[in-house]
């Protein structure tokens, strides 16, 4: 019977944990490191496309 409390609590625990103890040190870490948000309109990421194909290196340089 020990052990199924124990692990009631422990259970009850991490539920409480995740939904209210981690946003709140989140929250509570957040305010003591804050950074400033630069807005930089001219930069433009690098973005790769990869695409799932067998055997249709044609077709795909046709469409591209």
Do not use: H
């Amino acid at each position: 019977m020990l052990y199924l409390q124990l692990i009631f609590w422990i259970l009850i625990f991490l539920i409480v944990y995740v939904y209210f103890l981690y946003p709140l040190t989140l929250f509570i870490f957040s305010r003591f490191r804050s950074k400033e948000i630069v807005e930089d309109f001219k930069y433009e990421p690098k973005v790769s496309l990869l695409i799932a194909a067998y055997n249709e290196e044609d077709v795909i340089e046709k469409k591209y």
